[in-house]
């Protein structure tokens, strides 16, 4: 009987364990005074450098540099993302977004920026990303307008990316899509730009279409 009882009491155990866990995450904003070191508090509005279970929000104005290999949950980037030193990787393991003008710079393939449930670049975003290498995962939305400036290392998209914006690449960069690049509702090509290297499967490693229209 004693047995049972301690087994029933698990759910309730488990479930306060779950509350904590939700109420301890919370989303930490940049200085508005112009940012600084990721690690560092004094670059954060609260004082204190973000959790791995943050989310976190470059503010417009700010420029925030990693620093140190960190983690967070949500990252939200109204500002700049500087991926400054060497060895540094940042995971994102919920969705990296975009409303507003926004840039994240930093060149060499040892920059990583690593996302796990996709990216979202909301309309009338507009966003640079220059250098370090990406890979994502979770299915991803350009809405707005996505330019990649920049040689210095590989993109890869590992679910599927569906642009009504603008997705371009301005320099010849190895890009590889795991899934399926669609055009959305656009379906057209005019918004969409890749280096000549990256027009075939072979490059690509998989294949570049637009979603079919539907039958009228």
Do not use: E, Y
């Not at 920049?150 to 914006?165: K, L, W």
């Amino acid at each position: 009987m004693t047995n049972t009882i301690a087994f029933l009491r698990l759910p309730a155990a488990i479930a306060l364990l779950v509350v904590h866990t939700a109420v301890m995450a919370a989303t930490v904003t940049s200085n508005g005074t112009g940012g600084g070191n990721w690690s560092v508090g004094g670059s954060w509005a609260g004082g204190a450098a973000p959790l791995a279970t943050d989310h976190v929000v470059i503010a417009a104005g700010d420029q925030v540099n990693l620093n140190a290999t960190s983690t967070c949950v949500n990252l939200m980037v109204h500002g700049t993302l500087n991926m400054s030193t060497n060895n540094r990787t940042l995971t994102v393991n919920g969705t990296l977004l975009f409303n507003g003008v926004g840039a994240i710079t930093g060149n060499g393939a040892t920059r990583v920026v690593n996302v796990n449930n996709g990216l979202n670049v909301a309309v009338g975003a507009t966003i640079t990303w220059s250098g370090c290498t990406i890979a994502i995962t979770g299915a991803s939305t350009v809405s707005g307008s996505l330019t990649f400036t920049s040689t210095a290392a590989s993109r890869t998209f590992n679910s599927d990316v569906t642009v009504t914006g603008s997705l371009l690449f301005t320099a010849n960069v190895p890009v590889a899509f795991g899934a399926k690049l669609l055009a959305g509702t656009a379906r057209r090509w005019a918004a969409v730009v890749v280096p000549a290297s990256c027009r075939s499967r072979a490059t690509c490693r998989s294949p570049l279409r637009p979603r079919r229209p539907s039958p009228a």
